[in-house]
């Protein structure tokens, strides 16, 4: 998926070549992984709205009109952006908790996969799900919520784990909830080169959710 990475390139991470392979999410390298890199970009910076076609063609060198060859208007740009980026995360998610037993350490995978795509570690796509929501048409957000419903039942299912195990007390259904709105939250006061590592944070949450240690 062509999605700016604040650490490393795309392409370096294990999920990566799979999901390309697999037709799941475009190569970064392509040059629709690239138009999809420019995109993403811009619309985290000025916005889809103020974001035109020809910024988007300007950021990858190429004519206005060539963009029509991988994508009908600038919506589906948007709608491959979003679509791609949870498409990964789940993929990191699955890939984190893959034949771990210990419910905490599940916990604490998934709390730490959602911070990285919140704070850009998968790219800046992520995060254009709640700010750009409202631009997508009804048709594209029933594509997207379909996706998001998976996302979110794989936390709730980890949460619910917990929960039987008398390791948490709140309903998994509203501790997801809290936790997403939480955790978006850190997007606004939570920097990598500030005084606590990205470690530290998922301890807090993890503090915060009452877990064991």
């Known amino acids: 998926m062509g999605l700016i990475i604040v650490h490393g390139a795309l392409n370096q991470l294990p999920e990566v070549p799979v999901l390309v392979a697999d037709g799941v999410i475009t190569d970064p390298e392509s ?3 690239r138009l999809l890199a420019a995109s993403a970009s811009l619309f985290k910076q000025k916005g889809f ?4 076609v020809r910024d988007i063609a300007a950021e990858v060198g190429i004519l206005s009109g060539s963009i029509f060859h ?8 948007l709608l491959a952006v979003m679509s791609e980026a949870i498409s990964l995360a789940l993929a990191r998610m699955h890939k ?15 709390v730490r996969c959602e911070l990285e795509a919140i704070h850009g570690f998968t790219g800046v796509g992520f995060t254009l799900l709640s700010s750009e929501w409202r631009y997508l048409s009804e048709t594209s957000q029933k594509e997207v919520l ?6 979110e039942s794989f936390h709730r299912n980890v949460y619910a784990e917990a929960k039987a195990q008398g390791l948490i007390k709140v309903e998994p259904f509203f501790l997801r909830h809290f936790l997403r709105g939480a955790l978006a939250e850190t997007g606004h006061w939570f920097h990598l080169d500030g005084n606590y590592s990205l470690d530290e944070l998922v301890e807090q949450v993890c503090l915060t959710a009452a877990l064991p240690k």
């Open 70 to 77: 991988h994508f009908p208007n600038k919506e589906s740009i």
């Open 49 to 52: 709205a103020r974001t035109t």
């Open 31 to 33: 040059a629709k992984g």
């Open 146 to 151: 379909k996706l998001r419903d998976e996302y």
């Open 96 to 110: 984190a908790v893959e034949g771990e037993q210990d419910v905490v350490k599940k916990f604490r995978a998934l």
